[in-house]
């Protein structure tokens, strides 16, 4: 898996580079933010419930491969 | 004012624990060997620890973590056009100054130089640039009072976002000029601490962290990588490690207790060492924490070169 600079940092690239990754990094950042209003309102739930009870939140159990 | 710290009960765990971070950082081993990230990933890279990086990131508040994607797109310009016409550098003393001073109006707290080495990248990364501008910006010391809270995270994101400003515009300016130039900040790629501290910038602390002579702990690195040819600075001798013995405050009020008073052997070299199976938990609670970087003395606004001249003088009369 390559890093956050390997996948968007371009050395001297041209227009159509340039346009190609801003698409690609934009749905990378659009696809985090839906995760934090997805799958985060999830985590988050069961974390608060589990501050609640007493009883620790299992990590694997909410956040899966 | 009376500090309410999140308990160490942690509300969360995991089932089968990852390989300690303390093995993956190479605690004990004698042998020189690269660095292997753990944590911090930038949600890029999948990491031993990964899991629980993304469960913080999830349980950080909406405002914070916005600020975060709004960083990476800026970073998007971190690298760039280059100018087809290369400047000649015949004095690179000066052209240092002028880096120097341009880093300063672009919004630095302070600017080193070093040669780029093989200590500043992970173990199986390379080293692509010959050079090292690091710069430290300064985090609003009465906004950091509020660690562990929503609104020191918030502080810190803004520290990261002006330090991005700073790098990104200062390799556009050095591209100009036809060199090559690429800048770091809150990335997965580059190890700041090493470059901060060969170039002058400070010494390392016993939690872990730069101790600056002007900031204390409380800033942020960023870098810019280049082949611009410029004259270095040289590690300082702040005084860090004279108090540091001495001193227990990040070592008592670390919650965790992960910060030890004696220094230990990582990956070949005796040096201050925070143990990451403790810290990174409670990190990840604390929605970033930074306990020790506040209660540090040197991290108090104004202190740093008083307390820095004050140790030095003293070690000359013993």
Known sequence: MQSFEEQFYLENPTRLQIIKRDLLLFLWLLKRALMWLGKGVLVRMAYKDAKKKGRPLIIEEIIQD | ?318
């Open chain 2, 1 to 318: 004012m009376k500090k309410v710290f999140p308990s160490t009960d942690l509300p969360f765990a995991y089932r089968d624990i990852p390989l300690s971070g303390n093995i993956i950082n190479g605690l004990g081993k004698t042998e020189k060997v690269g660095a292997t990230q753990v944590f911090h990933g930038s949600g890029a890279r999948e990491l031993e620890w990964g899991k629980l990086e993304l469960f913080f990131a999830l349980i950080n508040p909406f405002k914070v973590y916005c600020l975060n994607l709004y960083n990476r797109w800026m970073l998007r310009n971190a690298d760039g056009p280059i100018a087809n016409k290369q400047e000649i550098i015949d004095d690179t003393h000066s052209m240092a100054r002028n880096i120097k001073s341009l880093a300063k109006e672009l919004g630095a707290g302070s600017v080193g130089v070093t040669p780029m080495t093989k200590d500043a990248v992970y173990k199986d990364g390379k080293v692509n640039y010959k050079n090292a501008i690091v710069i430290l910006y300064p985090m609003d010391h009465d906004e950091m009072q509020y660690v562990t809270t929503d609104r020191a995270g918030t502080e810190t994101m803004r520290a990261y976002m002006e330090i991005s400003k700073t790098v990104i515009k200062l390799s556009e300016k050095i591209r100009q000029m036809g060199w090559r130039a690429r800048a770091y900040c809150e990335g997965a790629d580059l190890l700041h601490i090493p470059l901060a501290i060969n170039a002058g910038l400070g010494e390392l602390g016993k939690h872990g962290s730069l101790i600056s002579r002007e900031f204390g702990s409380s800033m942020r690195i960023a870098t810019v990588l280049t082949d611009l040819p410029l004259s270095y600075d040289k590690p300082s001798d702040i005084g860090v490690d004279d108090l540091c013995i001495g001193c227990r405050r990040c070592t008592l009020d670390c919650p965790v207790e992960a910060i030890s008073d004696q220094k230990q052997v990582v990956r070949g070299e005796k040096k201050w060492y925070v143990d990451f199976d403790k810290c990174a938990p409670y990190f990840t609670e604390a929605v970033g924490c930074g306990i020790c970087i506040e209660v540090c003395p040197w991290t108090k606004p104004g202190r740093g070169f008083s307390l820095s001249e004050k140790l030095l003088s003293k070690r000359d009369k013993r």
